[in-house]
């Protein structure tokens, strides 16, 4: 970050709702002090206008005015003001009172406000609970959030559903569209407690449909930074890929392919739509109660950020059954022209064979072993869907949580070596080093963005997916990745992003995922325990790049362990160009797992 260390230590830390609560308690009690001290000079002045010891009684007002009642004129006036005096000095006398009673009130509805908080996030965990959701951080808009989603989930034109609920009567003026599914344009949703839904798109774009090149890369296109209203797409503008006078894509077979891409299609994947439509997504396949049908229904599994994530089962045509994955965009999240370029940027780096094109165009390059394959590859792609393989293990997270879920037996130290080498392998694949400089960056890193496979054996395989956030990165004169800007306002419920993402429109470049991958040891180490997992206001921890506390039920002597920690603490740095890259990371990892192998070895015999 631009920001030194010191002035990031003094950055303001962010007020939670009971930090708001107890300011708005200081200034009433503030208040009350001030009124108390005005009641108390009111009722000194009452007193001594009317009964003061210290004056002759003759001298007093009160024995003043009963003396010259007949000279005055007006005693009955004067006499009642005298009263009036009197009970202004009582109402003065009872104001301390009065005071003590709100202040006593206030420091009540306090506490009444925070029992609340602390209800409504219980309430807003349970309702992200449902839907495999990250936990919110702060619960103080949490019915609007609520209301929004709800109004995107019902502004959806009822003439375009495709079936707007399982197990109800349907009508439409086009009876074959009940049959015909698209899945560029299908969007399923599953809302939690209710049965699935299976929405058209309100906002599919038309010039989407058959123009290669609208689905390639367009790497120099400032356009895709706007509506077609013209109006600023603020994530768009993030993403766009322009090329300067000092920083320029690297000078490679890599780069001149995807400098060309527009021209000759060649280097952009292309869709398989008629692959995908040969599938048959069809009424049956989402209908879970229909006990007549021949195949096995979709499954539900989860959903991201942006899609939902569905298990099919199909027969091939050896008439075996095989189980992928189908993503297709959620039908709360409207559609945008980028959206179209994430998934293309999807396929670019998995491809059939976890990308093969793309890892031949940079061979040699690339420090990697040949019987590496730590990339998840995709079978194809259209619009906004596509298809990959199912990992019968799951994810990362998943599998740590279900092996380890009793909190007694934790994770074997080797195995959680190796595991975060692997881990590291395919984060170093990604990056994608071209003359000794990453060229692509990930950008969302966690646990769950790695897929578990062969679950049985005993170090299982770990492939990473899902890099629809991701870019790619320019070189400057030198070789070395220029830094970009990146302006991420939601960051919610993510603990694995690095200070930069939390500073607003900072410079970033490659050792963001590095930092992050910080926190994904630190979880497969932990057997399933978040960083900073013991609190919810984490943003100003991590701003100063804080490490995380580590429980104490861990065996620190372990070489294993220690070689962790010691990763671990070499990578959770506030300067970013101070962080080890992913190929340091890598080789720190490889030299570490075997020493603590010859360890082990020499231990046993």
């Not at 002597?557 to 190929?583: F, G, Q, T, W, Y």
Request: charge should be positive; hydrophobic fraction near 35%.
């Amino acid at each position: 970050p631009t920001n030194s260390r010191d002035q990031v230590h003094k950055q303001k830390k962010a007020p939670g709702p009971v930090d708001r609560w107890l300011a708005r308690l200081k200034s009433l009690l503030y208040v009350v002090v001030v009124v108390g001290e005005v009641a108390k000079k009111v009722r000194r002045l009452a007193q001594w206008g009317i009964e003061d010891p210290r004056l002759p009684a003759h001298n007093s007002l009160h024995q003043y005015f009963r003396n010259h009642e007949q000279i005055v004129g007006n005693g009955e006036t004067n006499l009642s003001v005298i009263m009036k005096l009197k009970d202004g000095g009582r109402f003065a006398a009872g104001l301390p009172k009065l005071c003590l009673t709100i202040m006593l009130l206030a420091v009540f509805s306090t506490v009444l406000n925070v029992i609340s908080h602390t209800e409504m996030q219980r309430e807003l965990n349970d309702y992200d609970a449902q839907l495999d959701a990250p936990p919110y951080f702060n619960a103080s808009n949490y019915r609007k959030q609520r209301k929004d989603k709800q109004n995107r989930i019902e502004s959806v034109p009822k003439d375009i559903d495709i079936e707007p609920r399982l197990g109800e009567d349907w009508e439409s003026p086009d009876p074959s569209a009940q049959r015909t599914v698209h899945p560029r344009v299908a969007c399923l949703r599953f809302k939690a407690g209710t049965q699935r839904i299976i929405r058209g798109c309100a906002e599919t774009v038309d010039d989407f449909d058959f123009d290669p090149k609208m689905l390639a890369i367009p790497l120099g296109d400032q356009s895709k930074g706007y509506t077609k209203d013209g109006i600023p797409d603020e994530l768009a503008i993030n993403n766009t890929y322009v090329e300067t006078d000092e920083c320029k894509y690297p000078e490679s077979q890599f780069a001149e392919k995807a400098r060309t891409s527009l021209e000759d299609n060649v280097w952009s994947p292309r869709p398989i739509c008629n692959d995908i439509h040969s599938i048959g997504f069809d009424w049956e396949l989402f209908e879970t109660h229909n006990t007549n049908s021949t195949r096995p229904p979709a499954k539900y599994l989860t959903m991201g950020g942006a899609k939902c994530i569905w298990q099919i089962t199909s027969r091939n045509d050896d008439n075996h059954e095989e189980t992928y994955i189908f993503k297709s965009n959620k039908m709360s999240r409207h559609i945008k022209r980028h959206y179209f370029q994430q998934t293309a940027i999807d396929g670019l780096i998995s491809g059939q064979l976890g990308n093969p094109r793309l890892q031949s165009a940079i061979e040699g390059e690339i420090a990697v072993s040949d019987n590496w394959n730590h990339i998840l590859p995709m079978y194809g792609y259209c619009g906004l869907a596509n298809i990959v393989p199912f990992a019968k293990g799951g994810n990362l997270r998943e599998y740590i949580l279900r092996k380890f879920k009793d909190k007694e037996r934790k994770i074997d130290p080797v195995l959680s070596l190796q595991l975060a080498l692997q881990a590291a392998r395919g984060l170093h694949q990604v990056h994608m080093y071209i003359n000794g400089s990453a060229s692509f960056i990930h950008a969302d890193m966690n646990p769950s963005q790695f897929l578990v496979f062969n679950e049985e054996d005993e170090v299982p395989l770990l492939q990473i997916n899902d890099f629809n956030q991701g870019r790619f990165l320019l070189h400057n004169s030198k070789g070395d990745v220029c830094p970009y800007t990146t302006c991420i306002k939601n960051l919610r419920g993510n603990r694995y992003h690095s200070p930069e993402r939390y500073i607003y429109c900072a410079k970033v470049n490659e050792r963001i995922d590095t930092y992050s991958f910080s926190g994904v040891m630190y979880f497969i180490l932990t057997s399933g325990l978040d960083p900073h997992h013991e609190t919810r206001n984490y943003f100003p921890i991590i701003k100063r790049a804080k490490k995380p506390s580590f429980p104490a039920n861990i065996d620190y002597d372990h070489p294993a362990n220690e070689a962790i920690l010691h990763i671990i603490d070499r990578l959770v740095i506030l300067e970013m160009n101070k962080r080890p890259d992913s190929l340091q990371l890598v080789q720190m990892l490889e030299k570490k797992l075997k020493n603590v192998q010859s360890k082990l070895t020499k231990y046993r015999r």
